[in-house]
């Protein structure tokens, strides 16, 4: 269990070192260039992947409940996050964060169609990938309604934290990865430390301002049964592929 709890922690970690910085603070920074959003991805996805491993090696019923629930979300869920992600760097005829973050400066995939699709389609899709309401509730006690915490139920102590810690990171990336395709405004554009202090202080507004929303999410819907998640899910799909049909048919 401990190489799996391992290996969790060290991707969300290198996850946060190659790609965080091109997406948070500034465009400019050393290891900028090497974000990728294939490879986030494809990060994210191997992190599942030990997750569940971690959850079956538990032994117990709940631990692989909660695996194949999770790779059923993962399932659906990754193919309509590289359509949205796709919709995106065919606007900016790049996979790379801080391109895409540099044509929206310059004003060219402003107010486009298929950007609102991908946009829905984003916030549909991190609602699932980090585990919160109406997908799963990160705070239930029942255990035939767990998604990611029956993975975790067995688990206490330091590796429990360094679990939870990983989450929290999740939820951290995917709101600076949607704030960097869909509004990346307040990030520096130069190494400038004063530019980077002010691309700090949006950032911290931006999260402010999802966190509230999340607050209004969770408060006001109820999490939904296991066998709705796929339309949930396709919805999703659906909005990131009407997304790409627009743009090669408006654009």
């Known amino acids: 269990m401990n190489i799996y709890k391992f290996t969790i922690e060290c991707l969300q970690v290198t996850i946060v070192l190659e790609t965080a910085p091109a997406f948070t603070l500034s465009l400019e920074l050393p290891i900028a260039s090497t974000a990728d959003v294939i490879v986030l991805v494809a990060l994210f996805a191997i992190a599942r992947f030990f997750t569940a491993l971690a959850g079956m090696d538990i032994g117990t019923a709940f631990g692989g409940m909660g ?6 979300i993962a399932s659906l869920a990754e193919p309509a996050m590289l359509m949205a ?4 760097s065919l606007a900016s005829k790049s ?15 402003i107010l486009r169609p298929s950007l609102a699709f991908a946009l829905f389609a984003f916030i549909l899709i991190a609602l699932a990938e980090t585990g919160r ?7 239930t006690h029942l255990e035939l309604t767990m998604i990611h915490e029956a993975m975790i139920l067995e ?8 679990i939870e810690w990983a989450n929290m990171m999740k939820l951290f990336l995917f709101v600076m990865l949607g704030a960097a395709a869909f509004a990346p405004w307040g990030i520096a554009e130069t190494g400038d430390p004063g530019a980077i202090s002010m691309a700090f202080l949006f950032m911290m507004m931006k999260l402010s301002i999802v966190g509230a929303v999340l607050v209004l999410i969770e408060t006001g819907l109820a999490k939904m049964r296991i066998f709705r998640l796929t339309e949930f899910l396709g919805s999703a799909f659906l909005l990131a592929t009407l997304g790409m049909l627009s743009f090669f048919i408006l654009e």
């Open 133 to 139: 309401i109406p997908v799963d509730n990160p705070a």
């Open 67 to 72: 695996s194949s629930r999770e790779m059923t």
């Open 95 to 109: 996979t790379s964060l801080s391109q895409m973050v540099h044509v929206i400066y310059s004003g060219h995939s």
């Open 155 to 162: 688990y206490s102590g330091r590796h429990l934290a360094l």
């Open 85 to 88: 992600i796709f919709t995106v």
